[in-house]
């Protein structure tokens, strides 16, 4: 009995002697963390803007006053002329004398057909049949259909202008199949088919 009197005095004693701090924080510190850098600094990125729509615009305006200069009456009032067709694209088409320009409704030909080299040999191949590429400026107004297609009429309509050049371009232009009109059309949709010629599934039962 006395034993264990003595030992819950000592462990009395012992818990009254000890202390607790009541200034510990519940969350720690942050730590802050450093960076050095010792490789050189990145480059400084460059954003590159898109031309302002007035410089477009204007260079539209530049290109129709030279069409006007150099198509005096217009489109209609001109000798050396020829219309080609593809599809449902038609283009009138105007040589004169000049440097080899191309200009397309009021448009440089590269722009106008988007830079498309296919749809740009279409436009070049008369001339070079013949060794024009460079003496020749063209104007064309084109309508209707979608680029491919415009870029075969104005193919057909220019090699038909060089034969009012003269008719002894008629041999080299016929070889390269340039004054045949290609007649090939969208064939029409058919009722009870899903196109001109695909039929729905067959079901047999």
């Keep these: 009995m006395a034993t264990t009197s003595i030992s819950i005095a000592s462990l009395s004693s012992s818990l009254s002697k000890l202390s607790f701090s009541s200034n510990v924080s519940s969350s720690p510190r942050p730590k802050t963390l450093t960076f050095s850098r010792n490789g050189p600094t990145p480059p400084a990125l460059t954003l590159k803007s898109r031309p302002p729509v007035a ?4 260079e539209v305006a530049n290109l129709e006053k030279y ?16 219309t080609g067709r593809r599809k449902s694209a038609s283009a009138r088409v105007v040589l004169k ?8 409704n009021s448009r440089d030909a590269k722009e106008y057909l988007q ?11 008369p001339l070079l049949t013949l060794g024009y590429e460079s003496s020749y ?9 979608g680029l491919s297609g415009q870029a075969q009429a ?52």
């Design 154 to 205: 104005i193919s057909l309509g220019i090699a038909r202008a060089l034969l009012k050049v003269s008719e002894d371009h008629r041999g080299p232009l016929r070889l390269e199949g340039l004054l045949t009109r290609d007649s090939r059309v969208v064939e029409r949709k058919k009722a009870g088919l899903k196109k001109a010629r695909k039929a729905p599934q067959f079901s047999k039962r």
């Design 137 to 145: 400026d063209v104007f064309v107004k084109a309508q209707g259909g």
């Design 67 to 82: 069409v006007k200069s150099r198509l005096p009456g217009g489109f209609a009032a001109q000798t050396i002329f020829g």
């Design 97 to 104: 004398e000049g440097t080899g320009k191309v200009i397309i």
């Design 55 to 58: 410089v477009a615009t204007t």
């Design 115 to 125: 830079g498309n080299p296919l749809w740009l040999q279409y436009v070049k191949v």
